[in-house]
């Protein structure tokens, strides 16, 4: 007999009914990267989109806001950065808070003459690397080496000043220039009215690679040695971090209005009492620390430091400015000495040649045309006798120099 053929298991097929119910809907597809990646965008880019129209808003509106009005708080420094006619030099700078404008031609600034480069540099021809031969010596410093009042020229009577009137790093480079035709030589006043010796020390960091000097001359005094309600290390910070975000805020008129507004809010709540004790914008200690910095960064980069001593011309007008003074320049010499970097005192620009040298100085604080002359021929010889002038011939000077 023939026998059933059996399925064996594996054989079986799956004879039982579908039951009702037991399949669901078909799967959705599930949505392609790019609708996901634009999901989450979504609400990012709607956010920077109100940015983008708030900032156009704010950069069509009638007034536009000055960084240099954000990062200069203190109204005493805002009115020696801007003359009684209202005309300002300078503009605002994330780093240092405030820089000379470039290109300026011409500009009289409290009876100051100011021509400026495309590198804000007071100077009319344009500033390129070092060539090779080339000699360069950088001068820090304030409102004294940028020759404040060097020519002293009247708004009403523009031409009428004396041509040879120039500050002394000026002098140096047209001295030097004559006596070495056809030699690449340039003489910079790193400088603006107002720096202490805190800006003065990261404006160095910042520009000292891209400029070569051979010799840097470092000299700030007065605005150390003045009084404001906060020391400048605790108000103009100048580590990365703070210079970033005030270059943030200086490239965003939003950003600039609203830390206007917030620096009005603060400046209402957190008026000083007329008693409050004021502090020096640099103390003694600092002020000695920053110029020793900048002469070791110098010889970092290859270049001759030289300390100048600050200038003053009496003790009368100013007794506690000059006590301060003649303390802070005392404590230099010493450090300098202590340090081997070179350093140069001028005798007759400071307090204990009063009232002697008062023929040397516009006013209290800054040297006038005379004066200058004699810190360039001081700076100069100098210079020469410690042979800092890499090979360049000396030049002769011109009898009013004596």
Not at 189 to 202: I, N, V
Not at 282 to 291: E, G, I, L, M, P
Not at 368 to 396: C, F, I, K
């Amino acid at each position: 007999m023939a026998r059933k053929k059996r399925n064996r298991p594996h054989e079986r097929r799956n004879t039982a009914p579908a039951t009702a119910g037991t399949e669901g809907p078909p799967a959705s597809p599930r949505p392609g990267v790019v609708k996901r990646v634009s999901f989450h965008l979504a609400p990012f880019l709607a956010f920077f989109a109100l940015l983008g129209a708030i900032e156009i808003v704010a950069r069509l509106a009638s007034s536009r806001i000055d960084s240099l009005d954000v990062f200069v708080r203190s109204e005493l420094q805002k009115n020696d950065l801007s003359d009684n006619r209202s005309v300002r030099i300078a503009e605002g700078d994330p780093l240092v808070f405030w820089r000379i404008k470039p290109n300026l031609s011409k500009a009289i600034w409290d009876y100051t003459l100011v021509t400026t480069n495309a590198q804000g540099l007071r100077r009319e021809e344009p500033l390129g690397r070092k060539p090779r031969g080339g000699f360069r010596v950088v001068c820090l410093g304030d409102s004294v080496t940028f020759g404040y009042r060097v020519p002293t020229v009247w708004p009403e009577r523009p031409d009428d000043y004396p041509r040879d009137a120039l500050p002394y790093p000026m002098l140096i480079e047209d001295w030097l220039r004559r006596a070495n035709s056809g030699r690449s030589i340039d003489v910079l006043a790193l400088a603006a009215p107002g720096y202490t010796s805190h800006q003065g020390l990261a404006l160095l960091r910042r520009e000292i690679a891209e400029l070569q000097p051979d010799v840097v001359t470092i000299c700030f005094g007065w605005n150390d040695t003045d009084v404001r309600e906060l020391p400048d290390r605790e108000i103009m910070p100048t580590d990365e971090w703070s210079a970033w975000r005030r270059r943030a805020i200086a490239s965003s008129q939003t950003l600039l209005r609203l830390s206007a507004w917030l620096n009005q809010r603060r400046a209402r709540a957190s008026s000083p009492s007329p008693g409050a004790k004021l502090a020096t914008r640099v103390s003694q200690s600092d002020y000695v620390a920053n110029v020793l910095a900048a002469a070791a960064l110098a010889r970092e980069h290859g270049a001759t430091p030289v300390i100048l001593g600050p200038v003053y011309r009496d003790s009368f007008e100013a007794p506690e400015q000059a006590v301060r003074m003649t303390s802070y320049r005392d404590a230099l010499r010493e450090a300098a000495r202590s340090a081997g970097v070179s350093y140069l005192e001028f005798p007759e620009l400071i307090e204990s040649a009063a009232p002697a040298n008062k023929w040397l100085f516009g006013e209290l604080i800054h040297p006038n045309h005379a004066g200058h002359l004699l810190m360039a021929r001081r700076l100069l010889s100098h210079l020469m006798e410690r042979e800092m002038l890499a090979g360049l011939a000396a030049p002769r000077l011109p009898n009013n120099a004596q």
